[in-house]
């Protein structure tokens, strides 16, 4: 079974930055990918960015291309999400999961409990 905690998020302004991070035990984690996830209030969950275990090869939505980049620690098996450049349309509570692949946004475990982006216009 794999444990995913997630934790950075918080209150911002618009324009401003986080750095979100997700930790993840369990399983043989290098056989998947990582991606990250985000659900807004009344919205479906969706898939945002993604990363193989290598951190070569990575997958952004189109909303937030140019402003988020993922990134991966292999050896603490913690995956990262740098945020500039916040809007408020990013408010979400954002969730990291494997992936089979990092473009597949098919999540691969269970959700851990999240962490919340709040941003201030």
């Known amino acids: 079974q794999v444990v995913l905690v997630e934790s950075g998020g918080g209150l911002v302004q618009a324009g401003g930055s986080l750095r979100l991070s997700c930790a993840a035990s369990?399983?043989?984690?290098?056989?998947?990918?990582m991606g990250w996830f985000r659900q807004g209030p009344g919205k479906d969950r969706e898939f945002v960015v993604g990363?193989?275990?290598?951190?070569?090869?990575?997958y952004y939505a189109d909303s937030v291309k140019g402003r988020f980049t993922i990134s991966i620690d292999s050896r603490k098996n913690t995956v990262y999400l740098q945020m500039n450049s916040l809007k408020p349309e990013d408010t979400a509570v954002y969730y990291c999961?494997?992936?089979?692949?990092?473009?597949?946004?098919?999540?691969?475990?269970?959700w851990g409990q999240g962490t919340r982006v709040t941003v201030s216009s």
């Open positions: 369990g399983r043989t984690l290098s056989t998947y990918a």
């Open positions: 990363i193989s275990w290598s951190g070569s090869s990575t």
């Open positions: 999961n494997l992936l089979n692949y990092y473009y597949d946004p098919r999540p691969q475990s269970s």
